[in-house]
């Protein structure tokens, strides 16, 4: 029997508390793993249900058969010439054969194989049971589930995430057989630490999930994330406000912080949430402040009034089903009022001096250990920000280029802050709120404030120009310097988070539509470095170079992200990737208009163009007067047209335009390939019909590459 | 009201004692945590098994707050103890440990959170826990992997106390020196001078070049010491080179880029001594694999 079966698989591994940060992505190899091994052996392909909580990793699978089909398979030995001698007797290779097959020589047939005609035997492999699969798979299985980290524990001899105390292994009612980490299987899992049994015996599969919860354990994490999410609105309705998004995170949908619910809904088996209440006198500080405080230790939510001020208010998740004495809640208050005062200490502290003032002890912070120190580094980003104002102001952005100055030369002093030394994610959000305080316009405290955005692919970018430009300044001088000590990011290693810092910058010359040349600016960005980088590793030329490869590969991943198909991305990035603004948009125009009627034929026109360009030397420009054919002369006349208004087009950047005034070149180009010879014998003429089809292929790249979008099959005019 | 600080620590000591740890006293040179103490750091290493439980006063020059600061100690009480190797019911003889000085796991939200734990200076690492009970850390639990850059095998657990927080806890204290010792003195009665005091010295008197020159002379003097064999008292001058450069460190008196150079030298130095003792002993045969102190005798 193969295919899908009736029956169900249990697996779960009990263990001391997994980093919340693994449980998921473990569990969910355990699950695809699994599924793939039963599948893979004929025994079904049901769909994994997932169960994790810190202390187990669990999968039930339903629709399990309960053995693989039996197999049929040919063995062949020595050829029948090599099998036989003359008389017709097996030969000792024959026997030889039957022998290591364990049957007797009159007992092998002749079989037909790609090397010839050949003595073997027809044998039936019989299925193995599920539960003898299981066995064999479930060690090889969780063993390889991968955990950023990895411990052992006791003697020493086994390596997990966690010490592992149980593996429930079921197939049905029947207890799978095997050993994982020195621990063999069976049919007990456990409950809660505090509201369950230690001890639960399982009968069946199936009824793991309804044991649990019998004990104080909600496995599901997703509905456990459900549940939280609901006794936090609850709770948050009962106490009149809503749930706060602290600095430096996203909301998402309805949940107000989406990461700390993830977190909190990986530390509890059986999930309560408690109201607490702190002294409204902590309210006088700045709610980045006390919103940071409380979510960084101690994983609170905190609480939002109707108008946007904070309660004094807080929830916090507990691991348990109950608090009968009052007990957590009190205790949770206990901490907090301990951690508020530390805030309030720190930000006394802080408010000592003016922000202005705290720029000295700069030199002695390091920005990176090879890179100098953040002194250095207020040096080359002030420099960087004239070049970036500029281009802003070429663009019709016009940031406030005093504040920007002024933004530049404070924008690191809020590392030497108490508040920042204590919560690292505060940063620039402190320096925003302090520079306010002290006066100084209301253009650079918000610089400040937003310098670290957009922190993340879906987070907000800086408000104000001013902003933008001091985060475009940070982020490419980190990247200079990143990239001048030999270091590319890749996949798996980006130790300094440079995919995100350019994808971030990207985001911000997009959305704030400024138009400038990653030539020049990392050209700019890179020579903040000269002469002062006793390690650089590679020259500021290649650093340049491996650095606009960089931009472009991120370019791409954002536009494709963005909706646009990835021909159209490549195409317009084939045409220049130096200016991401032009870029998008002009990816933007080829996404639209290659639905157009012609566009196919004018895209295979180009590749056409493209491959008889090849290999042939640019010479003199066309001259119309050399033209001679009706075709051709209609062609140039086009071109002309065609050239005129682009133009236009080009300057404004509307590319759709430009692209449907290029596309009036299909049908001229048309009749041009099929009555003209361009590679006539004359050679002036050729040279000349040439010059007209590298004109055409100037005018075409001038939008984006459109070859690279033809049909893979050749186009009807090929 | 709960128990007061010293009472804390007697019935830590008597809970240990009874699951056959050795009693140590705290180690009389300066130490920045209980893992320092030698009964830690050289018994952790190699195959024989330990059990000890001590109450280590753990200085570091950093946290100095001129007594100013309700929380925050120059120096502050760990409970130290170490399970070699570690028993499969850890968590469970920890929880009940908490019973101990009146915990009821029962009424509190008890969770260990990934606290992964690691000093350079040691070369030790090991992986592990906070616990957290209602949103307060009370313990570092850790499952030493590594220590004087050497692989750990067996494991040993290594459970650490907050004994003040714990304390101001259990009796809703919000500062630390209106703590009740025990005699009828507060810990403030006991301690804040001396929390004033080493402030001042380490944030604005200690000497530098002098503390330069010790630790030189302490670090050529390890170094000397191995070469004729002498093990813990080699350490002992890392333990003076590390407190030595702490206290610069607090002085302000080492540079970003000094500092990772400082950080090597002890190292260099703690890396030779563990593996000293660990030929010492084997030399020796590993003479407490014979004598395994029994969890059972109590």
């Known amino acids: 029997m193969s295919g899908a079966g009736r029956h169900q698989v249990l697996l779960e591994i009990g263990t001391e508390e997994i980093p919340a940060r693994m449980v998921q992505a473990a569990v969910e190899e355990l699950g695809r793993t699994l599924v793939e091994v039963l599948s893979k052996a004929g025994l079904g392909s049901a769909s994994p249900r997932l169960f994790a909580t810190p202390r187990r990793l669990a999968v039930l699978l339903d629709g399990v058969a309960s053995r693989q089909a039996d197999q049929e398979t040919e063995i062949s030995g020595p050829p029948v010439a090599a099998a036989y001698d003359a008389q017709g007797k097996p030969t000792r290779a024959a026997e030889g054969f039957a022998r290591a097959q364990g049957v007797a020589v009159s007992d092998l047939k002749r079989v037909r194989t790609p090397k010839g005609e050949c003595v073997g035997l027809r044998r039936t492999i019989a299925g193995r049971s599920a539960v003898q699969v299981l066995a064999d798979a479930i060690p090889v299985v969780v063993g390889g589930l991968y955990f950023p980290k990895t411990m052992r524990w006791g003697s020493g001899e086994h390596r997990f995430v966690r010490p592992v105390h149980s593996v429930v292994a079921l197939f049905d009612g029947e207890v799978v057989g095997t050993r994982f980490a020195g621990v063999a299987s069976g049919r007990a899992t456990f409950g809660h630490r505090v509201a369950g049994r230690e001890r639960i015996e399982l009968a069946l599969a199936r009824d793991y999930p309804e044991a649990l919860r019998a004990n104080g354990v909600l496995a599901d994490a997703v509905e456990r994330r459900a549940e939280i999410a609901r006794q936090l609105a609850a709770a948050a309705r009962a106490a009149g406000g809503a749930i706060a998004t602290p600095p430096g995170t996203t909301p998402s949908g309805a949940d107000a912080d989406p990461e700390l619910l993830d977190e909190v809904t990986e530390m509890v088996e059986w999930p309560l949430v408690i109201t607490g209440e702190f002294d409204v006198r902590f309210l006088e500080l700045p709610a980045e402040i006390l919103l940071t405080s409380m979510r960084h230790h101690q994983k609170y939510f905190a609480l939002r009034a109707p108008d946007g001020t904070l309660l004094n208010r807080f929830l916090s998740v507990a691991n348990v089903a109950q608090d009968p004495k009052g007990a957590i809640r009190r205790g949770n208050e206990w901490v907090l009022k301990a951690r508020l005062a530390d805030a309030r200490f720190f930000f006394d502290e802080d408010r000592k001096h003016t922000l202005g003032s705290l720029g000295d002890a700069l030199d002695r912070v390091a920005f990176h250990e090879k890179l100098g120190s953040y002194a250095d580094k207020r040096r080359r980003v002030e420099t960087l920000a004239g070049p970036l104002l500029q281009a802003f102001a070429a663009s019709g952005v016009r940031p406030d280029a005093d504040a920007v100055r002024v933004a530049a030369g404070v924008a690191k002093n809020d590392l030497v802050t108490h508040v920042v030394k204590e919560f690292p994610e505060l940063q620039g959000i402190v320096g925003g709120l302090y520079a306010r305080a002290d006066g100084l316009p209301a253009a650079v405290a918000d610089a400040l404030y937003d310098q670290y955005l957009p922190r993340s692919q879906d987070d907000a970018l800086p408000r104000t120009a001013e902003g933008a430009v001091l985060s475009l300044a940070d982020r490419l001088d980190t990247q200079a310097g990143i990239f001048l000590l030999g270091i590319v990011p890749t996949g798996s290693r980006d130790p300094y988070g440079i995919r995100r810092s350019v994808q971030g910058a990207c985001r911000i010359l997009i959305e704030r539509r400024v138009s400038l040349s990653l030539q020049g600016i990392c050209g700019a960005a890179l020579r903040g470095y000269s002469g002062r980088l006793p390690e650089q590793a590679v020259s500021e030329e290649s650093a340049r170079a491996a650095l606009l490869e960089f931009w472009t590969g991120r370019q791409e991943f954002l536009a494709i992200e963005a909706g646009l198909r990835p021909e159209s991305v490549r195409a317009a990035l084939g045409a220049g990737p130096d200016d991401p603004y032009d870029a998008r948009r002009r990816m933007e125009a080829v996404d639209a208009f290659r639905d157009e009627a012609g566009f196919a034929d004018l895209a295979s026109a180009h590749k056409r163009i493209k491959n008889i360009l090849q290999g042939q030397e640019a010479g003199t420009p066309f001259e119309t007067a050399r033209l001679s054919d009706e075709a051709e002369r209609r062609l140039a006349k086009r071109v002309d047209s065609v050239r005129a208004g682009l133009e236009g087009a080009l300057a404004a950047r509307e590319y759709a335009r430009a692209l449907a005034a290029i596309a009036t070149l299909r049908e001229p180009l048309d009749r041009f390939f099929t009555e003209v010879m361009v590679m006539a014998e004359d050679r002036a003429v050729r040279a000349n019909r040439l010059a007209l089809l590298r004109e055409i292929a100037t005018l075409i790249t001038q939008v984006a590459d459109v070859s690279l979008i033809a049909p893979a099959r050749p186009g009807k005019e090929a | ?298």
């Open chain 2, 1 to 298: 009201m709960g128990l007061n600080f010293q009472e804390l620590i007697l019935r830590l000591q008597e809970f240990w004692a009874g699951q056959g740890a050795v009693i140590q006293q705290p180690y009389d040179v300066e130490v920045g945590a209980g893992t320092m103490h030698p009964d830690t750091f050289f018994r952790v290493l190699g195959p024989e098994p330990w059990r000890t439980a001590y109450c280590s006063p753990s200085r570091r020059p950093v946290d100095g707050r001129y007594g100013q600061n309700p929380f925050r100690l120059y120096r502050h009480y760990q409970f130290q103890v170490i399970l070699k190797p570690s028993p499969p019911d850890v968590q469970e003889i920890y929880l009940r440990s908490l019973g101990a000085f009146g915990i009821d796991p029962r009424e509190h939200d008890i969770r260990f959170e990934e606290d992964n734990w690691e000093s350079p200076t040691l070369g030790a690492a090991g992986v592990g826990w906070q616990v957290m009970m209602d949103g307060m850390e009370i313990s570092q639990f850790t499952y030493f992997q590594q220590a004087g850059g050497l692989e750990l095998s067996p494991i040993a657990a290594e459970i650490t106390y907050g004994s003040e927080r714990i304390c101001m806890f259990l009796n809703g204290v919000d500062n630390v020196y209106d703590l009740a010792w025990g005699g009828g003195l507060t810990y403030g009665d006991v301690r804040l001078e001396e929390e004033i005091e080493f402030s001042r010295h380490n944030f604005e008197a200690a000497d530098v070049v002098l503390l330069e020159r010790v630790f030189q002379q302490y670090e050529a003097e390890g170094h000397r010491l191995l070469g004729l064999g002498i093990v813990t008292p080699a350490y002992d001058c890392a333990l003076r080179c590390s407190h030595t450069f702490n206290v610069l460190e607090a002085r302000g008196a080492i540079s970003v880029t000094e500092r990772t150079g400082y950080i090597q030298r002890v190292r260099r130095l703690a890396v030779a001594c563990a593996k000293a003792y660990l030929a010492q002993r084997e030399a020796k045969g590993f003479p407490l694999l014979r004598r395994a102190p029994s969890p059972a005798a109590s």
